[in-house]
């Protein structure tokens, strides 16, 4: 639909104007009747309405679970795409595990610079407290289900600067950890080995499944 046409309509002139005029304002109050497009908020809560209620009452959604789930499972353990997130020296090793002395890509480890594509938050170094609130976010822009491996001292307890008033004590304080990596730093062959500690607890858990709910 071409621009000229948007404008000569009322109800897409409405939204346009709403969404370029103060974006602030839609993303404050929700949007009623006139809107062309939803947030993701709202996306996810009319494919809620619309296809998981229908599909828990008919009782398609345990069909479905069923079915989808081993594969889900299958495709999550052996394609865990980790953040490309570095904070401090354990992140050098987190790079020499994706080398080709050790190759972590042949176990499907390939690393993302988006949150979005991730499924594993790797905290490998201290966190300040600074920096606390922007992994959290980081965290959870992340699509679920995801993971965290807690790479060394400092992310699991704060290593050599645990009682700095500057660092927290250990990653396990605002976000839940899966895998817990010792060592100063953490050599690249016990990495893969926290990748393979980690693909056992998923096919344990068994998170994948088409239906969230
Ligand atoms: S655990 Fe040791 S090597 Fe790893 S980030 Fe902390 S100080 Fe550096």
Request: proline letters at 8%.
């Amino acid at each position: 639909m071409s621009r000229q046409q948007v404008r000569g309509n009322p109800r897409m002139r409405r939204g346009l104007g709403s969404r370029t005029s103060d974006p602030t304002t839609m993303m404050e109050d929700p949007p009623s009747g006139d809107w062309l497009t939803l947030r993701s908020d709202q996306f996810l809560k009319w494919v809620d309405d619309a296809v998981y209620n229908i599909a828990e009452q008919t009782g398609i959604r345990d069909v479905v679970n069923r079915v989808t789930r081993p594969i889900f499972n299958w495709a999550l353990r052996y394609s865990p795409w980790p953040l490309h997130f570095g904070i401090m020296c354990c992140a050098l090793e987190m790079g020499a595990a994706g080398g080709p002395d050790h190759d972590s890509e042949r176990m499907g480890v390939v690393y993302r610079s988006s949150p979005r594509q991730c499924d594993i938050l790797i905290v490998n170094g201290p966190v300040c407290e600074k920096l606390r609130p922007k992994l959290k976010t980081l965290y959870e822009q992340m699509a679920d289900p995801k993971w965290v491996i807690a790479m060394g001292e400092c992310a699991i307890g704060g290593g050599p600067y645990w009682d700095s008033y500057s660092v927290v004590a250990g990653a396990d304080t605002f976000i839940p950890v899966d895998v817990y990596i010792p060592g100063c730093p953490v050599r690249p062959e016990a990495l893969m080995h926290g990748f393979l500690t980690l693909q056992k607890k998923i096919r344990e858990q068994e998170p994948g499944y088409f239906l969230r709910r």
